[in-house]
């Protein structure tokens, strides 16, 4: 085991308090002595240390305490101001991600209104002709608005390329419901022209396909009719309904609520009349909701 002790001396060579300390061969130097002492019987090992020495590794010492202090302060500083960097870097690319997203809500608001202008251009409606209905409203009895409804003719023949056109647009199911009668022949002399999908008076009609409503009426095989025009060949007329949640002139989205189920018109239960039109020709509904075609 080893021992350490200190000694010191004053100016007239006197031993201070301290295990093993020793006397200074001169007198007149202050200094600290320190011995070391093993257990093992080997000599006392003696360690002389002035006082100015002794100083200067105390100031050394704190000096160092000082400079860590100040390292540990400037440390954290920058961490916080990296976190703050960081913070607002994160900020300025989610700002930034907004505004593209603005940019392009802006870009397609002004297709809309480019396609809401031509679909109304082909659809014969005048762009002053906003509201034919009130939104949202029931059609009072004999109420007739804009150019009577003219019934589509039959015509299941569509080209493969007329197909794909039909496919370019995304097409939601109206309603969800039972199909209660398909498109074709219905008796001697008479054709269905579109499909009937069951459902609760009040139930919503959703708009099949984006596009401006064209027409917003009534017909008195069909009751509120509603048409809506999704390109200048293609368009979609929804029959039997209660009331009408779109005006001419609006542009719907895709699943847009339009209409409510009803039973207007010629009609022994509540259900939507869905038609799909080809330059103004009925084709079968089925050949974009092919799901349907499993209803009955």
Known sequence: MSFLGFGRRDRK????????????????????????????????????????????????????????????????????????????????????????????????????????????????????????????APIEEGTVTGAAYRHARPDTTLAETELDA?????????????????????????????????????AKVRAAAEGVVSFAGEDETFGVVLVIAHTARVSTMYGHNSRLLARVGDFVFAGQDVAEVGSTGQSSAPHLHLELHWDGAAIDPTLVFRQLETAL
Not at 112 to 130: Q, T
Not at 168 to 195: D, K, M, N, S, Y
């Open 13 to 136: 060579g006197s031993t201070g308090s301290g295990a093993g300390s020793q006397r200074s061969p001169r007198g007149d130097a202050r200094h600290f002595t320190v011995t070391v002492t093993s257990g093992a019987g080997t000599r006392p090992r003696q360690l002389r240390v002035s006082v100015a020495t002794a100083r200067l590794v105390a100031l050394l010492a704190v000096a160092g305490l000082i400079g860590i202090a100040v390292l540990v302060s400037t440390y954290g500083t920058m961490t916080r101001a990296a976190l703050r960097t960081r913070a607002v870097e994160a900020e300025n690319h989610r700002l930034r991600g907004q505004l593209a997203r603005l940019v392009q809500l802006e870009e397609r608001l002004e297709q809309m209104d480019r396609s809401r202008r031509s679909l109304l251009g082909v659809a014969g409606v005048a762009l002053s002709d906003s509201v034919l209905l009130p939104a949202s």
């Open 166 to 202: 039909l496919g370019e647009l995304a097409w939601e199911i109206p309603l969800e419901g039972p199909l209660t009668r398909e498109f074709g022949p219905v008796g001697a002399g008479q054709f269905h022209t579109g499909i009937d999908i069951a459902g609760e008076t009040g």
